[in-house]
């Protein structure tokens, strides 16, 4: 999920220089970025039971992209590609990190990689953050000093929805304070971006609203899990709940922008951080095979919706192949800052306006510890644990024909690209306190999980993926 609105205040001459740039000049850019949510999570990607009539009409209104992809199948690696623009691969930011006190203070984005509000920031806009960090804990890596005005939210993977359901932290950071943390955080990460939105409306701003919702823990309020009091499955219930409230947030910021004419001014960009983790939310990544954690099509591929009135066509949907990282570079481009060539991701306007068709990318990479992913047009490879499939996404949307043994030209060519393409990148960095030498292997347990999904059998995910320890 990923929703950005920010503002940026600044005083003396350089305000005076900045004033004349306002939002007509160059666009504000919003990136609403949701978590976990799967890529059958909303009512225009053709889930039936869920209530999205706010996301659904921001696709009415815009562009939906439907081969869409996450930079990595867990949280805090595709929230690192976002806001530097590459492949986290190249800084070596290949896992999510542990809470707070067993993440080791220099693991994170590198201070030397520059973030998108840095960039942004260096064109005259006012930026924000609410909601979701996940990427750098100490001072120095925390949003404030990453290029973000203002930051309301969390610097953790997960937190309690309500205070009565919190068990550990109860705060969230307003700048670098602590405060005591809301009623409802979902609520409150959109009251805070609406609020920026009216204070810097003549201005150019970027917002990154970067909800925790719908990630575990399941826990909403007594209002929304009573708009689903007809669910009999509780966990079903409060997921749904969760949902809408994110579905809400969402249209309240839509809102905002549209309340003040800001809508021809105004980038929108909505998506998730990767998919879904369906055995333990009820999240829905059909009709796409596996689940978060996994570089099988559930676990990256998510929904993607481009909104800037006037500039791109409304309820337009494409089918070029993109990514998480093109979301920097367009907004980037639009707002007439450099691209630099070190940059992974490309201006994706063309394509959402039409200009261009076929995908953005020639191939795609994808490394996950043990696993190993790439596509090439119709084609996609994995590999792990020494076992490769090769899928035509074509005919097997759900991957569950193994062409490895049938095509072995394809795969050698997917996998020697793949291989070069990985020993390109840097050696993943090692999260944890203290930790040194080579991590456990998971890779058979990886390996019978996937060959478990592709077959169709059943399947219990939790122990293989994270070892009974957080996630």
């Known amino acids: 999920m990923i929703a950005i609105a920010m503002v940026l205040t600044l005083t003396g001459p350089q305000a005076l220089a900045k004033d004349a740039t306002t939002a007509k000049d160059r666009p504000n850019i919003i990136i609403i970025l949701a978590d976990d949510l799967g890529y059958g999570d909303l ?37 690192a590609a976002l806001m530097v623009g590459k492949y986290q691969q190249r800084f070596g930011f290949d896992a999510n990190p542990s809470r707070e006190d067993r993440t080791s203070p220099t ?7 520059k973030m998108l509000p840095e960039r942004l920031k260096a064109q005259g806009y006012a930026t924000a953050m ?8 100490t001072p ?34 307003r700048g670098t304070v602590r405060e005591p943390m809301p009623a409802h955080t979902t609520e409150a990460f959109a009251a805070e971006a609406v609020s920026f939105i009216e204070a810097n409306k003549d201005r150019p701003f970027f917002i990154y609203a970067a909800f925790n919702a719908v990630h575990a823990p399941l826990q909403s309020t007594k209002a929304y899990i009573e708009r689903f009091a007809g669910e009999p499955d509780p966990k079903r219930r409060t997921y749904l709940a969760m949902l809408a409230a ?22 929108i960009v909505f998506t998730s951080d990767n998919g879904g983790p369906t055995w333990q939310t009820t999240s829905a990544n059909g009709p796409l095979n596996g689940v978060k954690a996994l570089v099988l ?6 929904p993607a919706i481009f909104r800037w009135t006037g500039q791109l066509p409304a309820g337009a949907v ?11 570079a367009t907004a980037l481009a639009a707002a007439g800052a450099p691209v630099e060539s070190s940059l992974d991701g490309v201006d994706l306007r063309p394509f959402l306006k039409g200009a261009r068709s076929g995908d953005a990318h020639a191939q795609l990479f994808w490394r996950s510890g043990e696993q190993g992913a790439t596509r090439r047009g119709p084609w996609k490879l994995i590999t792990v644990d020494g076992a490769d499939y090769l899928f035509d996404l074509r005919t097997d949307l759900g991957e569950h024909k193994n062409l490895a043994a049938a095509e ?28 040194v030498g080579a991590a456990p292997s998971r890779a058979a347990g990886i390996r019978d999980l996937i060959n478990r999904y592709v077959k169709g059998l059943p399947v219990n995910p939790k122990e293989l993926l994270y070892g009974g320890g957080p996630e």
Request: hydrophobic fraction near 35%; proline fraction near 7%.
């Open 107 to 113: 693991y994170g984005v590198p201070l030397t990689e």
């Open 408 to 435: 072995p030209e394809k795969l050698k060519a997917l996998k020697e690209s793949w291989e070069a393409w990985s020993n390109s990148m840097l050696r993943p960095q090692r999260p944890r306190v203290g930790e």
């Open 246 to 267: 994110l579905d809400d947030a969402v249209g309240q910021i839509v809102d905002a922008i549209d309340r003040n004419g800001l809508g021809q001014d105004t980038l």
């Open 43 to 79: 009512g225009v990607q053709g889930g039936r039971e869920v209530r999205t009539p706010r996301i659904d009409r921001l696709a009415a209104e815009g562009v939906r992209l439907t081969n869409y992809y996450a930079n990595h199948p867990v949280c805090a690696p595709s929230r």
């Open 140 to 173: 120095e890596r925390a949003p404030p000093a990453r290029g973000f005005d203002t930051f309301y939210g969390l610097l953790d993977g997960a937190m309690a929805y309500t205070p009565d359901g919190a068990t550990g932290d109860k705060f969230v950071y």
């Open 318 to 328: 494409r089918g070029s192949m993109a990514m998480e990282f093109d979301v920097t």
């Open 297 to 302: 099509e559930g676990g990256i591929r998510v």
């Open 130 to 137: 609410f909601g979701k960090w996940h990427i750098g804990f």
